[in-house]
């Protein structure tokens, strides 16, 4: 076939693109240097009032030259300012800067003459009628906006009559659109991962990189079902900018204007990666309508203050504030604005939407590319505004199977190490920030996920990550496409991932260890109130003090332990195999990729909590902190191992600390373990550090522990966990000794007359009180 040579951009900038059947297509002018200009902060110059004194004018004659003298003066007054100055600095072609002058020159006239500033009283053609509104502001008894973000478009299979289709796996076609930067390696591979017969691929290349894009367009030409878009399409992308949607709407350009066919759109970076194999990816497809979108929106629409929400030119590869921009509002505006990832996949029906902004039907798409293309990183905003504001919006699934997590944001790094590029604001600490590099040690989480794709991913950070990612999809397709499986070194290695411990049934009491066989044991729990883990007791006030020796080692009946302290344990990740001992211990065999083991979810099984997943929480700049339970975001400081006795203590829960985080704290001179245990403060041998203050709420909890305590016990290296009852858990240093907890695990056993599902209905009805006021 012959191989159409077009543009593809760089997966993690944030670009515009504008369609060109709608505007003329957006070539930001040629830059006389290949490295973005670094833009000054200092654009916000305050003035309240001009520095014209206007009784040395002389205003005597006719109004025309009156007014024009104090137009003189308060021009040069505006000259004097130096505000269009500090703008001309960050340009470097004449065209640049005239562009700049133009839309400056818009607000100066807007204000002169009393007229509307740019789009500050734009009335949208919205067309999206849902079948589900939501007052978000003023939701109903009972819902959340958890409730309002688990949308679905999944109906019934059986319903025919409503139009509704619903494809088997063989039948899904994939286009892929990429959005390729500086490794043409990088999207070869995604290329090779995910190619099939039927799957069709277009790459924009971003106009910078032409090394690249010389690379993709000889790989290209050896090979069917492959268009790397030529320079007529190519983008030059910036982060922040609108040239990252421009990009993509080239990229559906291309594919509406030469019929491509296909049932689903699948929008990517080169840096994203297919975690699964292509049969689940379509398998999972399949169990949603073929009109389907999958697109992440949060669905609170977005009310961007004034400070941080600006107007904007691009231009000399990079990005100039020109002045506010007003936020579109249902009540100003009949449209409603929001917040989206632009990595998704969609509809053929939506795609040709997207590429067609004249036809009849796309009058929002017309008035919002308009608008959108002056905002800064408008491609975290366009895509799903677009979905929620035309007739699409019902036919939206709010997830599009991409496991992505953000590192610190950019103003956490000290000022001379800072990407300026991400702090464009007047404010210079109000900066962006990009994906988290996902390596090797991220293997589990990405196991664990229940996403088909992943990023970010850089090869010079870790390849080994992709290697291994391989293996695991290619047993998976075995696995899903083969009815006679003889290769016995697959079979063994399937059966050895499926033995992880996952405690099923009515679930797990988890016991602190040296409390086992005291009076109180003391248990794994939430206490009476919200969210917050705590050592509560194991047992109910009336069950007898004395219990028989060893009871650890056999099972409890629902009936006589306190409410919240039951939890399942699963899914676990196949690095590894974990094993519930007769003791109640948990041995651990670590697999090839992590020495700590396997990682688990750890989930509450009753009350108002139930499904929540105990979560080691990690603040932003310093690991470890508080523990709770909140809602399952399928992130990393939820995902918790066993101690395996060499690189943490035996019996212990700990989360391990991506490499990435290790690395950023360790730079600043500050030492981070890779492992962070379940503990209590003020009991280990180490002091807990607080660098930022974030822990200090949390220690004064604390306080009166040092009244209670006046001695050791005797012949006690610490004192007892007792002195911790109620007290909220913290995730602290593994080599903190003293302050780690080791546990044991007791499965729960049901009495006959009383099933498991009215044991939990009984639980939910007693607590409902704790929920009244609490932000879920």
């Known amino acids: 076939m012959i191989i159409n040579i077009l543009s593809f951009t760089k997966g993690w900038c944030f670009v515009f693109l504008v369609s060109y059947y709608l505007l003329p297509i957006i070539h930001p002018v040629e830059s006389v240097v290949e490295e973005p200009h670094v833009p000054s902060t200092e654009h916000q110059i305050q003035i309240e009032k001009t520095?014209?004194?206007?009784?040395?004018?002389?205003?005597?004659?006719?109004?025309?030259?009156?007014?024009?003298?104090?137009?003189?003066?308060?021009?040069?007054?505006?000259?004097?300012?130096?505000r269009l100055q500090s703008l001309f600095e960050t340009a470097i072609t004449p065209e640049c800067r005239a562009l700049i002058a133009e839309h400056y020159g818009y607000f100066l006239k807007a204000i002169a003459t009393e007229t509307p500033l740019p789009f500050a009283s734009t009335k949208f053609e919205s067309s999206c009628d849902d079948e589900q509104k939501w007052d978000v502001n003023n939701l109903p008894k009972g819902i959340h906006m958890g409730h309002v973000q688990n949308r679905t478009y999944q109906p019934p299979r059986n319903k025919t009559n409503d139009g509704t289709l619903y494809i088997t796996p063989d039948n899904i076609v994939l286009c892929y659109g990429i959005l390729a930067h500086d490794s043409a390696e990088a999207t070869i591979r995604i290329i090779e991962a995910v190619d099939e017969p039927t799957t069709m691929f277009v790459v924009h290349i971003d106009a910078k990189f032409e090394?690249?894009?010389?690379?993709?367009?000889?790989?290209?030409s050896k090979k069917d079902r492959i268009v790397v878009l030529d320079h007529r399409h190519r983008v030059r992308v910036n982060w922040g900018g609108f040239s990252m949607v421009n990009a993509t709407l080239q990229i559906l350009n291309y594919i509406d204007a030469n019929e491509i066919n296909f049932t689903h759109f699948v929008h990517m970076a080169s840096t994203s990666y297919p975690i699964v194999s292509n049969q689940r990816i379509r398998n999972t497809l399949s169990e949603y309508p073929v009109d389907a979108n999958f697109m992440h929106i949060?669905?609170?629409?977005?009310?961007?203050?004034?400070?941080?929400?600006?107007?904007?030119?691009?231009?000399?590869?990079?990005?100039?504030?020109?002045?506010?921009?007003?936020?579109?509002?249902?009540?100003?505006?009949?449209?409603?604005?929001?917040?989206?990832?632009?990595?998704?996949?969609?509809?053929?029906?939506?795609?040709?939407y997207l590429a067609n902004p004249q036809a009849e039907e796309g009058i929002f798409l017309r008035q919002y590319l308009d608008y959108i293309k002056r905002a800064v990183v408008a491609d975290e905003n366009f895509f799903g505004t677009v979905l929620r504001n035309t007739h699409f919006c019902n036919k939206h699934h709010n997830w599009n199977f991409l496991h992505l997590m953000f590192d610190q944001w950019e103003n956490e790094q000290d000022l001379d190490k800072r990407d300026q590029r991400k702090c464009m604001m007047p404010d210079p600490n109000h900066c962006g920030r990009s994906p988290t590099i996902l390596g090797l040690d991220y293997l589990d989480v990405l196991e664990l996920s229940g996403d088909l794709w992943a990023r970010k991913f850089v090869d010079s950070y870790d390849l080994q990550v992709k290697d291994a990612i391989d293996?695991?999809?290619?047993?998976?397709?075995?696995?899903?496409?083969?009815?006679?499986?003889?290769?016995?070194?697959?079979?063994?290695?399937?059966?050895?991932?499926?033995?992880?411990?996952?405690?099923?049934?009515?679930?797990?009491?988890?016991?602190?260890?040296?409390?086992?066989?005291?009076?109180?044991?003391?248990?794994?729990?939430?206490?009476?109130?919200?969210?917050?883990?705590?050592?509560?007791?194991?047992?109910?006030?009336?069950?007898?003090?004395?219990?028989?020796?060893?009871?650890?080692?056999?099972?409890?009946?629902?009936?006589?332990v306190k409410n919240h302290t039951r939890w399942s344990i699963g899914p676990c990740s196949s690095n590894g195999n974990l094993e519930r001992l007769d003791s109640g211990e948990v041995s651990v065999n670590p697999g090839p990729f992590m020495p700590s083991g396997p990682k688990c979810n750890i989930n509450m099984m009753d009350g108002i909590r139930a499904g929540r997943c105990l979560d080691g929480e990690s603040l932003d700049n310093q690991p470890g902190g508080p523990v709770h339970v909140y809602p399952c975001t399928k992130r990393w400081n939820q995902y918790l191992s066993f101690g395996n006795g060499e690189d943490v203590p035996a019996g212990s829960l700990h989360i391990t600390i991506p490499l990435y985080t290790q690395k950023r704290i360790n730079a600043t001179g500050r030492e981070q373990e890779p492992y962070m245990c379940l503990g209590v403060a003020h009991r280990g041998d180490t002091d807990e550090e607080d660098w930022f203050g974030e822990r200090e709420e949390f220690f004064k909890s604390y306080e009166d522990l040092g009244e209670e305590m006046e001695a050791i016990e005797e012949g006690a290296e610490y004192h007892s966990l007792l002195y911790w009852l109620g007290k909220q858990l913290m995730t602290t240093r593994c080599s903190n000794r003293g302050a780690v907890i080791k546990w044991i695990l007791v499965p729960f056993i049901v009495e006959e007359e009383q099933t498991d599902g009215e044991y939990a209905n009984n639980l939910t009805s007693d607590v409902d009180v704790h929920s009244d006021g609490e932000e879920l």
């Not at 005597?60 to 007014?67: C, E, F, H, R, W």
């Not at 020109?322 to 505006?333: A, D, G, S, Y």
């Not at 290769?487 to 290695?493: F, K, Q, V």
């Open 471 to 560: 293996n695991i999809r290619r047993k998976e397709e075995i696995e899903l496409t083969s009815t006679n499986i003889t290769d016995s070194s697959i079979l063994t290695t399937m059966k050895e991932a499926e033995e992880n411990m996952m405690l099923e049934g009515h679930g797990t009491l988890i016991v602190a260890a040296e409390t086992a066989n005291t009076s109180h044991p003391l248990c794994l729990g939430l206490g009476e109130s919200y969210n917050p883990v705590r050592l509560v007791p194991c047992f109910h006030d009336w069950v007898p003090e004395t219990l028989a020796k060893g009871w650890e080692t056999g099972a409890v009946i629902m009936d006589e």
């Open 51 to 82: 520095s014209v004194d206007f009784s040395d004018l002389d205003l005597q004659g006719d109004a025309y030259t009156a007014s024009s003298s104090v137009v003189d003066a308060i021009a040069a007054d505006i000259k004097n300012s130096g």
């Open 298 to 352: 949060i669905l609170k629409p977005a009310r961007p203050a004034e400070s941080i929400w600006n107007y904007f030119v691009e231009c000399d590869d990079q990005l100039h504030r020109i002045h506010k921009l007003p936020v579109i509002t249902k009540e100003l505006n009949n449209a409603d604005f929001y917040t989206s990832s632009q990595w998704f996949v969609i509809s053929k029906e939506f795609a040709h």
């Open 211 to 220: 090394d690249n894009y010389i690379k993709l367009v000889e790989y290209a």
